[in-house]
């Protein structure tokens, strides 16, 4: 798709925190697809037939395998970056396969020792990890990904499972986050001050309510919107499949917004529009701004200017948004009330306690 493309001004001299990308390469270190994108790197004209291959939930999810069937590191994000005025970035776990729960330490020493902060590339500024609260050695876990880099903030945990077979589940688990045995080894990382990225389909916002309230004094960090599937359009085998539809995943996706937000220990990332999930697909930036505005004003509007923030979500977003575009996005929907310091910068370092610079 040819995007016309936004002139985006800085923020302010320090300049913008991007405060969720992943990092990736299938070639060196372990991936679902490390398999498979090596074969492709060889023969790049067999890519059509093995995408095939993967079921269409993947395919649903992705939108476009060549993000996956190559590298995402540090210089690619600067050039896709650059004119965003992005000085600072929060890495967040992305999919590193292991089969030992200690495995995922192996994710953090890697982002620590990528060149960020050279050749133009942003520093990073903080590190998200993956560990499981529901096993049973969670703690020696943290205290090993703790141990990898001082820049360790928070935790994620995949939790998003949805009730459409042809949408990807993340999990095998349906109420993952209100589970008994995750809501008590997640005393774990509440005891380590840490921070929790919550990624839910829509309707599981009551078990990231159900967490949130058990543990008040941990900061919990809403990621895509809590990504209502099929609100923008038709995705997996029957969801959002008609007007009727959608309006009904949107009414019930602000309800369970709002009862979220009304919790003062959870805040909410503005990133992930362009997550091919939601349904919108590859459109004019004009046209996703337009079906996109009832989300970021809804959340905008219950979180407020100081417990929201901007996320690129690169490279998953990078079929169907241009990164400056997502910035682009927000001015355009929350015209005089976007208080861009605060959410292009401010409220990100504070809660992922970076320092400036």
Not at 109 to 115: K, N, V
Not at 172 to 188: C, D, T
Request: net charge neutral; glycine share 8%; with cysteine.
């Amino acid at each position: 798709m040819r995007r016309r493309r936004a002139t985006v001004k800085p923020v302010t001299a320090r300049g913008v925190v991007d405060a969720h990308i992943h990092q990736w390469d299938p070639f060196t270190t372990p991936r679902k697809v490390s398999a498979v994108a090596k074969v492709v790197r060889r023969a790049p004209l067999v890519m059509p037939a093995l995408v095939r291959v993967f079921p269409r939930s993947n395919r649903e999810f992705v939108g476009d395998a060549r993000y996956l069937f190559d590298r995402y590191l540090p210089e690619d994000y600067r050039d896709d970056a650059a004119a965003a005025g992005v000085r600072t970035v929060v890495h967040v776990q992305a999919g590193w396969e292991s089969k030992e729960p200690l495995g995922a330490v192996d994710e953090t020493r890697w982002i620590a020792a990528l060149p960020f902060g050279r050749d133009g590339a942003p520093s990073l500024g903080a590190i998200v990890v993956h560990a499981d609260p529901g096993e049973p050695g969670v703690a020696g876990v943290l205290d090993a990904h703790l141990e990898a880099s001082p820049l360790v903030r928070g935790v994620r945990c995949l939790a998003a499972h949805h009730d459409d077979p042809g949408v990807m589940d993340w999990t095998p688990s349906a109420h993952l986050l209100a589970e008994p045995s995750f809501l008590r080894g997640f005393a774990a990382v509440a005891e380590r001050g840490l921070t929790f990225d919550i990624w839910v389909y829509s309707h599981q916002l009551p078990d990231a309510a159900t967490l949130a309230r058990e543990y008040p004094q941990t900061t919990f960090v809403l990621d895509h919107f809590a990504t209502p599937v099929g609100a923008l359009g038709p995705r997996g085998r029957q969801t959002g499949t008609t007007g009727a539809e959608r309006s009904d995943i949107l009414a019930r996706w602000r309800d369970d917004i709002a009862a979220l937000a009304a919790l003062p220990n959870v805040v909410a990332k503005l990133g992930g529009l362009g997550m091919p999930v939601l349904g919108a697909g590859a459109v004019p930036r004009e046209r996703l701004r337009d079906l996109a505005a009832p989300l970021i004003a809804h959340l905008y509007s219950v979180f407020g200017p100081q417990r929201s923030f901007w996320a690129s979500n690169y490279p998953i977003d990078k079929p169907n948004v241009w990164l400056p575009d997502s910035i682009w996005m927000l001015r355009e929907v929350l015209g005089d009330g976007f208080d861009e310091d605060a959410v292009l910068r401010d409220n990100a370092r504070r809660t992922y306690r970076i320092s400036a610079g």
